[in-house]
């Protein structure tokens, strides 16, 4: 008994009296039972591979599993490097931030945006400043319009606690 991967259930771990037989070439073979099935399978010196156990009758396919599951590794390992991986940076600026800080800070934001990484830009409330939220708001609509020829707002300014938050993302092209 050869089992390669949990996932699957091969040769003389299927239970069922009778399955569904897919050829290694892939052309249909009936319903037969498992027992001839097996024979089949070991005279070719492939495996017995469940695919579909919740089928009527349950679908097995005569197939080398060992290179079957390399196969399927490789296409996961392909779909992984084609996928962008989208990140948040966080930019955090106070109220009582000068207006030349504001903007080296959005050169910063700049190069995220420019990666295709979204931005987090949030303001800080510190004591009694708690009460200033309009000047908050000003200090983040500025930094946007300093981004906005690079960016979107996806997410508007908002208070949260003793923060307020807005999230820009990259212009699509």
């Not at 089928?55 to 290179?67: H, N």
């Not at 930019?91 to 030349?100: C, M, Y």
């Not at 923060?163 to 820009?168: A, D, K, L, R």
Request: with cysteine; hydrophobic share 40%; charged share 35%.
């Amino acid at each position: 008994m050869k089992t390669i991967n949990k996932n699957y259930i091969v040769n003389e771990d299927i239970r069922e009296k009778e399955i569904r037989v897919i050829a290694a070439d892939g052309s249909q073979l009936g319903v037969i039972a498992t027992k001839e099935a097996q024979n089949m399978a070991d005279e070719a010196e492939l495996d017995l591979v469940m695919i579909s156990p919740g089928a009527k009758p349950p679908v097995c396919k005569i197939m080398d599993l060992g290179k079957f599951i390399y196969e399927q590794s490789k296409k996961e390992k392909e779909a992984k490097k084609k996928q962008k991986v989208i990140s948040i940076k966080e930019v955090r600026v106070s109220l009582t931030i000068e207006e030349h800080d504001i903007e080296i800070k959005a050169k910063n934001a700049r190069k995220f945006l420019l990666d295709g990484d979204k931005v987090k830009i949030t303001v800080r409330f510190r004591g009694r400043e708690m009460e200033l939220g309009h000047l908050g708001l000003k200090i983040l609509e500025n930094f946007a319009s300093k981004l906005e020829d690079v960016c979107i707002i996806e997410k508007p300014a908002k208070r949260e606690g003793r923060n307020m938050t807005m999230v820009v993302g990259p212009k699509k092209a």
